[in-house]
């Protein structure tokens, strides 16, 4: 069974750290581009980050830059979201996706194919 578990969400304050992590069963996590997307109530789906399947190319969103790190380890099939500096802001729904196409990967939510559940990212006082 082809699957993406998020997992590392959590509450936490405003200049905290969480690491979310995205982990691959059932396929080859090296044959693929991941991307990290969030959602927030009312708001529009937003491509976060990704890292590409070949090079490690990555994508940041301009929000996130400097804050956020994207890595892989495909020895692990997981890929890790690093986030620093969090600001309420970033309280959304993080889910990872999986991109099959060679190249630097990108923001665009149709190019992937197989979805996590998502895992809860809330910054609070």
Do not use: H
């Not at 500096?85 to 990967?105: I, M, N, Q």
């Amino acid at each position: 069974q082809v699957q993406l578990v998020e997992s590392g969400g959590g509450l936490v304050q405003p200049g905290g750290s969480l690491r979310l992590s995205c982990a691959a069963s059932g396929f080859n996590l090296g044959n693929y581009a991941i991307g990290w997307f969030r959602q927030a109530p009312g708001k529009e789906r937003e491509g976060v980050s990704c890292i590409s399947r070949s090079y490690g190319s990555t994508y940041y969103t301009s929000s996130v830059k400097g804050r956020f790190t994207i890595s892989r380890d495909n020895a692990r099939s997981t890929v890790y979201l690093q986030m620093n500096s969090l600001k309420p802001e970033d309280t959304a729904v993080y889910s990872c996706a999986a991109d099959p196409r060679f190249g630097p990967c990108g923001p665009a939510a149709s190019f992937y194919g197989t979805w996590g559940q998502g895992t809860q990212v809330t910054v609070s006082s």
